[in-house]
């Protein structure tokens, strides 16, 4: 986004000129008002504190669509201090699971206070920029860390920017890095529906360098901080893949693509995609990458 240059073409062609926030409450205030629309992140606190002998307080907490819980760290500019201190705190919640759930409980109920995704619990940096030493931290930790740049537009525009974003390295099933997800593939067991997985896999992967995966029982999401693609298990004759698009704008195709807006499925989105060939994955890739550039 340092490099983004952002145009009014209405009447003269003028550039709007990017800012940072007077405070950094103005950037928190925003993003937690909007929480879901701009991370994918359920809210749960804000200003959350860790205790009198931690002695802390926690941004924001929340719980993404995938049930990570999700800690927030906000700061106005560069704060060679923001991962440190997003560490601090996420080495806090895992001592204190009983209390984020009691937390989830009462704010979203008990079903999804059950499904809290343990194994993946994320920080999110959200800054007027970051450091090289940052981007190379959070490289060096196992744990899932996204650092996202923000700039004001205007009176009435506000980007994010995903700078950095590393997925955890340990206790699967969990998030990894996408490179590592352990897909099944054709090496693993030769039946087709198998085979046609691993592709769909790779097709998905190859959209982008910035994309990590989250293994839950029931499906596999791939996100860019925000879920873009889920993909359901193998069938017996046929794959499911859930995008973030909306069925209303593309071509319904009996077969192949269905509108579920509404109707109770596994992982996240509206429209389902059904896959039995390499034919229909052909078929798919515009889809797949509609959704990626859609979150």
Known sequence: MSGLKLFHTKGAVAEVTSRLAEVEAEVQALVEGNLEAMLGVRFLASEYSTGPVHG??????????????????????TDAGVVNQGLFYLSWLVDHRAEFGHLVRGRLGAAVADQVLWSAPRLICVAGNFTRYDVHAIREHRRSIDLVRYRFFGEDHFGLETVASVAAQTAPPGVRRASEAGVPSARVDKGA???????????????????????????RAYQRLRNFACVCPPQRDKLLVYLKVNPEEVDLVPGFTRDVTGLGHHGTGDLEVQLRTDRDLERAQDLFRLSYTAV
Request: net charge negative; glycine share 12%.
């Open 56 to 77: 802390g307080r926690i941004d924001t907490l929340g719980i993404d669509e995938n049930g990570a819980p999700v800690i927030i760290e906000f700061k106005r500019a």
């Open 193 to 219: 529906m198998q085979e046609l997985f691993a592709e769909v896999d790779q097709a998905l992967l190859g959209l982008g360098g910035d994309i990590t995966t989250v293994q839950r029982k029931t499906y």
